[in-house]
């Protein structure tokens, strides 16, 4: 099958979603989006084979699944809501078509509850299965929520999981298949797409995607808006499976709670008048200084994810 | 040097432009770029170090410029105004800070005079260098032009280059490293960006970037359509360069400008009525039917470019 084919039967995927078409879509030399914001947010991760999926461990759904939600959560994460992805595929003639079908499927259901879709692309032949996603979004009428507003006296909070992913990851690395809860968070990040906008609306002053781990992903936040960030342990969720795991694997949980990515939890700062309601959970507090102190002291665990390895 | 390092390195060499700067740039969750016209155009390329550029046939700024260009131009064939760029990058190890910096700098300086800048990437390890680049762009208010719109009574026309960079790549095959001019075209393809909105003003019904091949690109136009188009060789540019090339190699050059693609031209369909002025070339017209027909046959040359290979 040449690449028109390949392209033929994978847009046949995407353009089975229920969401609102766009006003190009797949087939043109360029998708055409709604924008009514008069802003776009746009975002782009790479996913290489061996390094940030093994086939042996996720499904092509999952993986189709993970690389959508990686980007989409980028989107959530400035206040904005997700519109569409566009997919660049590398495939290495072993793969088979029905693999790359279930990729898409897995985008086109990370996508569908969003109302957002698969709006182009490109596949091209490599000998390393590469997966490019670029998503993206609208703020409608909302400015975005950078990395570089936290002010002293803010409080620090997050909503979605933590450490669930890490300790899936360190669960396949054993060679196990279960528990399947963190097994599950490591193949299927589940992010809290809809508190993005959310806390852009309750007044959030900085916010984060936890991709690289939370106390790496506050590390950003803490040099873009040049302050310190303190987080108390004894806040966070520490769930009895991610105990239950560590104790298995004789590994403490709390670092994969701290430094765990892949979960796509959101971290934000709020003004410290206003903490933000359920399901968010202050965690700690911006003051002055520089860079995050875990339980008044610096942290030296490992600090989180380096994509570049 | 890390993850980190690596993309302060290159994002300090986006910085560099003197092209407007976007709301949010590289260095957050996303990128917030400007949208007036409430619509986004958006689309997507990867390049794969060894099937669509040589290391040792371009340099670094080249393969950016290039990879630039051809996203670059897929804007431009909607009728669109280019506004930004996000770049993935896999990286091997062996592959220098300097080459990608290099890089960094051909997609600026490709960027730069259409007032569009680098917003965004990613940067991952992998086995294979893999260029990812999509392309963002705004219609200002008029409507994307399609593949879809030829109507039977329309003209043919094209503006750009054509055959160059297959004349290049020729040459380049042989172990030749001239002349120049043909080699240099296949380095850095030179679309006429410009002509894509203007043609959408002068009324174009349907436009393609040429990527393919003219023929090929046309054959999609036809297809989309659902009509024919009926092409005159005898009003094609066969310049004398392309001409000696041909002669030096023992290949007819008019394949070159049938079926070369990378040179990014833009073909277009006009109203016969009004067709459309200089530097478009008028070369053949729409009829009923349905495909290409070249000086009255099938072409059956080879078609154009299949990047699935």
Redesign the interface.
């Known amino acids: 099958m040449?690449?028109?084919g390949?392209v033929e039967r994978l847009t046949a995927r995407f353009a089975a979603s229920t969401a609102p078409e766009p006003?190009?879509g797949p087939?043109?030399?360029?998708?055409?989006?709604?924008?009514?914001?008069?802003?776009?947010?746009?975002?782009?991760?790479?996913?290489?084979d061996g390094?940030?999926f093994r086939r042996d461990w996720s499904t092509a759904e999952d993986v189709g699944r993970k690389a959508a939600a990686q980007n989409l959560a980028?989107?959530a994460?400035?206040g904005?809501h997700p519109t569409?992805l566009?997919?660049?595929?590398?495939?290495p003639p072993d793969i088979q078509v029905a693999w790359l079908e279930a990729l898409a499927d897995g985008m086109r259901a990370e996508c569908e509850p969003l109302g957002a879709r698969v709006?182009?692309?490109?596949?091209?032949?490599?000998?390393?299965l590469?997966v490019?996603v670029?998503?993206?979004?609208d703020?409608r009428g909302r400015d975005?929520v950078?990395?570089d507003g936290a002010r002293p006296g803010d409080v620090v909070a997050y909503t979605g999981r933590l450490g669930w992913a890490a300790a899936g990851l360190a669960v396949l690395g054993r060679g196990f298949r279960s528990p399947v809860g963190v097994v599950a968070a490591h193949r299927r990040p589940e992010p809290p797409y809809a508190e993005g906008p959310r806390a852009a609306g309750l007044g959030a002053t900085a916010?984060?995607?936890v991709s690289d781990g939370l106390v790496a992903d506050l590390q950003h936040v803490a040099v873009?808006s040049g302050v310190g960030i303190e987080l108390d342990t004894a806040r966070l969720e520490l769930p009895a499976k991610l105990r239950d795991v560590g104790t298995a694997l004789g590994i403490d949980p709390m670092t994969w709670v701290l430094a765990g990515g892949e979960d796509h939890a959101l971290a934000a700062t709020f003004p410290g008048a206003s903490p933000p309601p359920e399901p968010w959970r202050v965690i700690g507090r911006v003051a002055r200084g520089r860079g995050v102190v875990v339980d008044g002291s610096a942290y030296d665990a490992p600090g989180g994810w380096?994509?570049?390895?």
Chains 1, 2 share one sequence.
Do not use: N
């Not at 087939?27 to 996913?47: I, K, N, Q, S, W």
């Not at 709006?119 to 390393?128: A, F, I, L, S």
């Not at 380096?306 to 390895?309: L, Y």
């Open positions: 040449g690449e028109f390949l006003a190009v087939g043109d030399d360029a998708a055409v989006l709604a924008a009514p914001d008069g802003r776009v947010v746009a975002t782009t991760d790479l996913l290489v390094r940030h980028d989107v994460a400035m904005a569409g566009l997919v660049g595929l590398a495939v709006v182009g692309g490109d596949v091209v032949r490599c000998d390393t590469t490019a670029t998503a993206l979004g703020l975005p950078r990395r916010m984060v995607d873009a380096d994509h570049f390895r």
